[in-house]
T-cell receptor, first 116, second 113 residues
Framework: GAVVSQHPSWVICKSGTSVKIECRSLDFQATTMFWYRQFPKQSLMLMATSNEGSKATYEQGVEKDKFLINHASLTLSTLTVTSAHPEDSSFYICSARVGTATYEQYFGPGTRLTVT | GNSVTQMEGPVTLSEEAFLTINCTYT??????LFWYVQYPGEGLQLLLKATKADDKGSNKGFEATYRKETTSFHLEKGSVQVSDSAVYFCALRGGTSYGKLTFGQGTILTVHP
């Protein structure tokens, strides 16, 4: 099946610094990628949707200047958490979809971000 | 807006026991319903789906029936195995929000030998 990878799987950074998370579709081209955030024992919350070559569409309440999303190629999307603070500590998950005529999303394993 | 409510876990069962994980939803339009499973260290995987009322999704011995009258999509398996230990997420894709998934909070299932 389709595989999505994320890197790093786990990162610790100091408050005020920025951290970049990569999401790659390994064996297919993803026209759309989604970024989710998951708090402990809570649901996945959609942060933004990005289409290759276009600006990301952010969900209400998500700061676009803080969570920078780039989807420069059909196999790579990046999420940069800028000026991170402890409240940004969370589990970030990406997913990828092929084309627009399918519901199927393939999920990455997630990245655990801890801001100290 | 759309929402999904799952039974709270964790759920702990012995091997070969019967499993039910309840899921109810609120949505406008005619949503599609999904169950995803997340094994330790892996990404979410689609387990089964149903796209219209009375559809039954099934896979790997798991089943769920789309009940519009009760707005439910409960997950069942007749005989669980240790390898079924994972986190299970109920989700919907609303008819007016193509591609966007709304998830329940997840239910941790642990199966003991």
């Amino acid at each position: 099946g389709a595989v999505v990878s994320q890197h790093p799987s786990w990162v610790i950074c100091k408050s005020g610094t920025s951290v970049k998370i990569e999401c790659r579709s390994l064996d297919f081209q993803a026209t759309t990628m989604f970024w989710y955030r998951q708090f402990p024992k809570q649901s996945l919350m959609l942060m933004a949707t990005s289409n290759e070559g276009s600006k990301a569409t952010y969900e209400q309440g998500v700061e676009k200047d803080k969570f920078l999303i780039n989807h420069a190629s059909l196999t790579l999307s990046t999420l940069t958490v800028t000026s991170a603070h402890p409240e940004d500590s969370s589990f970030y998950i990406c997913s990828a979809r092929v084309g627009t005529a399918t519901y199927e999303q393939y999920f990455g394993p997630g990245t655990r971000l801890t801001v100290t | 807006g759309n929402s999904v409510t799952q039974m709270e876990g964790p759920v702990t069962l012995s091997e070969e026991a019967f499993l039910t994980i309840n899921c109810t939803y609120t949505a406008t339009g005619y949503p599609s319903l999904f169950w995803y499973v997340q094994y330790p260290g892996e990404g979410l995987q689609l387990l089964l789906k149903a796209t219209k009322a009375d559809d039954k999704g099934s896979n790997k011995g798991f089943e769920a029936t789309y009940r519009k009258e009760t707005t439910s999509f409960h997950l069942e398996k007749g005989s669980v195995q240790v390898s079924d230990s994972a986190v299970y997420f109920c989700a919907l894709r609303g008819g007016t929000s193509y591609g966007k998934l709304t998830f329940g909070q997840g239910t941790i299932l642990t199966v003991h030998p």
